[in-house]
């Protein structure tokens, strides 16, 4: 009945060759070099125009289409349904191989990569199927062969446009991220196919090996073929990548060996299929064997009486062989296990489940069955491999227990991990509010004691100095200079060390003064960008984030090698703060600078960085190459567990434009109905030096009179609205009221008061902050004698008057 075809096929000079000696080498050579160019890498593949398209046309299209006509031509002689499905199996490799290399020629590689990969896994589905038909020894024949082949083609060629379609307009879940590659759904479906192949290789290669099959061979290492290739298109780290292109050079090969073995075998009257039937049926007896050779419990039953079993099952019940034929299996069931067991044989074609079954003696055993239901000459026969697992089910409940214990433990474990975390993220939080404390304590020693303490000195050598000799007026000078620049070397260590504006005003703020002051400090312009609404309540992020751009724009100072850089600052839904740092410098390998511990070789400061932002719950991104700049990418959480202290001063929100100030001098005009006489000088400072030694500096004005002090906000208002002064000297920083709300005050209750901004800070900020609240002028405690006597003359549009002029009773008006 079954044709025997032999390997050998006549060439053209008449001597028999043997084309299957060495047609396997290829398999282990693609092998070898996909594993070789996956291990030590290769720069991406060259891929001509029309490349890709053009061989997938000839190599995968066409060879596959030609094996699907030849297998629908055998299928209309004999209606074979493992033939049918061989051949939907290569027709949709043939046509889904055209589609994707059309669309990667077009540049469409989420729907080439669709396509594809979907068409695999549907032609490995195909040829399990097969290999299941014929292993099973189904040798079932379809009516209307003709028609059914038509049909079923007509279905495979519309399910691949139906795919394409849908992937073309992006119906389909992504099989390719742009950023991110290959998606996991995308490894899953190409996985599966891979292992549909080579499950189908490895069952026909080990059928072939015991016959003399022409057919099986070619079609097992064609198997083999598509399964290493699309395996290195699995693991290809990109696309069109080297290792790809042999992936795709294994599928091309797998299209010619299959194409080659049908043709060899459709000589031979066009029954290549029936050899596999009869190299299974030749080895029925084989597994015969091996059924009484097993472990399990096998048992055949037709409409659920026994026809057949191993000796195996025999004594798993206890009792001889010839006891267990002609009885019905519910026999051997326990009554109460039944219903259940049988609506499960008839529910589904193959079902696993446990039970119990009871021995001779009338014990119980737990036994899990397999069984295959199956319709056979009209008849229902069950197919059931039993197995005892009694010994298993007691191991089960010990390693249930265990397992009980076990999760407790990590629970427990977990818990506590996850307090040490949040202990170690408050603690980085209370590092860095501790080390901003030290920072302010600092600052306010250098700011509140030695800068007024220099300014007092100046104030009283300018006292002096009035009633000196040129010669000593001329040391008195030096003197004077050496005193300005020591307050402006003690200014700068304090607003480096704490800037007020980052506490005053907020983030965005605070790095509007960073970008200015690395302009002043290190000539590195940065583009700052502030991109919508920024509150940062949390004090020990701002002050972390401001610390950490800072560091950064240092780096970029030093070793980038620009002059500009460029800073990216956004916030999203009042949960996470992001901001970037960029240039276009020298750059650096970013890969090699983290070591085996994850610290940064050489840069202690990045490193530092990653950490106290990770302990935070912030993230710490870093892209750069040599030669192509860095980027980098801080993420700061703004609320949650490890949530910090909350923020102190004044953190409201700043626009994103910087505001361009007034200059700090500029004073308003002078008042035109002031009554003569002298002008009523009010100080305001927290300082007693300062407040001495402006006194001692306005002694000898005699157009100016001061007529009260006062040492912080609040007694400042209280003392002009009871002196009523023509002019006050406002300090910006005071206790209880600063001297913005002091101003405000101030104005509110009498607006005719000129108020003078006063203060060690020279940033823009602070004078507009004093202008804002209705002072006339601002100027800063180092500033020079006369010209601070000549901005409180011009606010107070008085002239100097005599020594004789006796200040007029009452309170002064305007």
Not at 159 to 165: D, F, G, Q, R
Not at 464 to 489: F, M, N, Y
């Amino acid at each position: 009945m079954f044709e025997r075809v032999d390997l050998a096929v006549p060439t053209a000079s008449g001597v028999k060759a043997r084309p299957l000696r060495f047609a396997w080498i290829p398999i282990p050579l693609f092998a070898i070099a996909i594993a070789a160019v996956w291990f030590w890498g290769a720069p991406r593949a060259i891929e001509p125009p029309y490349l890709v398209a053009i061989l997938n046309f000839i190599l995968r299209t066409a060879t596959s289409v030609f094996v699907a006509y030849l297998a629908a031509r055998s299928f209309g002689r004999n209606g074979s349904l493992s033939v049918l499905l061989l051949g939907c199996g290569m027709l949709t490799v043939g046509v889904s191989s055209l589609v994707s290399g059309l669309a990667v020629h077009f540049q469409q590689v989420n729907l080439a990569v669709t396509v594809f990969n979907t068409g695999m896994a549907f032609a490995g589905v195909c040829h399990v199927l097969m290999v299941l038909i014929v292993f099973g020894r189904d040798n079932r024949v379809v009516r209307h062969a003709r028609m059914v082949v038509t049909t079923a083609y007509t279905l495979v060629v519309l399910i691949v446009a139906a795919l394409s379609y849908a992937a073309a307009v992006e119906a389909t879940p992504l099989f390719i991220d742009p950023v991110t590659g290959p998606t996991p759904l995308r490894q899953t479906v190409l996985g599966t196919a891979v292992g549909m192949f080579a499950f189908a290789a490895v069952v026909v290669g080990s059928i072939s090996r015991q016959r003399t099959w022409t057919f099986g061979r070619w079609y097992a290492m064609a198997m083999a073929l598509f399964a290493l290739g699309l395996f290195a298109v699995l693991i290809a780290p990109v696309i069109g990548g080297l290792v790809g292109w042999l992936g795709r050079s294994a599928t091309y090969l797998g299209a010619i060996y299959m194409l080659v073995g049908v043709w060899l075998a459709s000589s031979k009257n066009g029954e290549w299929d029936a050899v596999l039937h009869a190299a299974l049926r030749e080895s029925e007896g084989n597994f015969r064997a091996l059924a009484d050779a097993t472990s399990e419990g096998i048992a055949i039953s037709e409409d659920g009486v026994i026809r057949d079993a191993n000796e195996r099952l025999a004594n798993m019940l206890g009792c001889d062989l010839d006891e267990l034929i002609g009885r019905s299996l519910t026999d051997f069931i326990p009554p109460d296990q039944v219903d259940r067991i049988v609506q499960a044989m008839r529910s589904t074609h193959q079902a696993t489940f446990e039970h119990e079954i009871i021995r001779k003696d009338g014990k119980r055993i737990s036994v899990e069955t397999h069984s295959q239901t199956r319709i056979l000459n009209k008849q229902t026969r069950w197919f059931a491999a039993i197995r005892d697992i009694s010994d298993r089910k007691q191991q089960e409940q010990a390693l249930r227990k265990s397992h009980d214990e076990l999760e407790r433990r990590v629970a427990e474990r977990t818990a506590e991990l996850k307090q040490r975390a949040d202990q170690l993220a408050h603690l980085t939080s209370e590092l860095t509010m501790t080390e901003q404390r030290e920072r302010r304590r600092l600052a306010q020693v250098l700011h509140d004691h030695l800068q007024q303490l220099l300014v007092g000195a100046k104030y009283g050598l300018g006292s002096i100095g009035k009633h000196l000799a040129p010669e000593p007026q001329r040391a008195l000078d030096e003197v004077d200079r050496l005193l300005d620049e020591s307050v402006k070397v003690s200014r700068s260590l304090a607003v480096e060390l704490s800037p007020p504006i980052l506490h005053e005003a907020g983030l965005a703020a605070g790095l509007d003064w960073l970008a200015r002051w690395m302009q002043e400090t290190h000539g590195l312009t940065v583009n700052l960008k502030v991109e919508g609404h920024i509150a940062v309540d949390r004090e020990d992020v701002r002050l972390m984030i401001f610390q950490a751009v800072r560091e950064l724009l240092f780096n970029v100072a030093k070793h980038a090698d620009v002059s500009q850089a460029k800073v990216t600052v956004s916030q999203h839904d009042d949960q996470q703060l992001q901001v970037t740092v960029e240039d276009h410098g020298s750059g650096f390998d970013s890969a090699s600078m983290f070591n085996s511990v994850g610290r940064v070789a050489g840069g202690f400061g990045l490193f530092s960085i990653r950490e106290r932002l990770e302990l935070l719950g912030g993230t710490f991104k870093m892209q750069s190459k040599p030669g192509q700049g860095t980027h980098i990418t801080l993420t700061a959480q703004l609320k949650g567990e490890g949530e910090g202290p909350p923020s102190s001063g004044l953190a409201h929100a700043v626009r994103a434009a910087p505001r361009q100030p007034s200059p700090p001098a500029a004073a308003e005009p002078a008042r035109p109905d002031r009554q003569p006489g002298p002008i009523r000088l009010m100080l305001a400072d927290d300082h007693a030096v300062m407040r001495q030694g402006l006194s001692a500096m306005l002694a000898g004005e005699s157009a100016i009179e001061v007529v009260g002090e006062a040492a912080n906000g609040e007694e400042a208002v209280k003392m002009a609205r009871r002196l009523r002064p023509d002019v006050i000297l406002m300090d910006y920083s005071m206790p209880i009221l600063n001297g913005v709300q002091a101003t405000r005050a101030i104005i509110a209750e009498r607006p005719d008061t000129c108020i003078i901004g006063l203060s060690m800070y020279e940033e823009p900020e602070t004078a507009a902050a004093m202008l804002d609240a209705g002072a006339v002028a601002y100027t800063t405690k180092a500033g020079h004698r006369d010209a601070l006597v000549e901005m409180i003359r011009t606010v107070a549009g008085a002239t100097k008057p005599s020594a004789s002029q006796a200040h007029p009773s009452g309170p002064p008006t305007r």
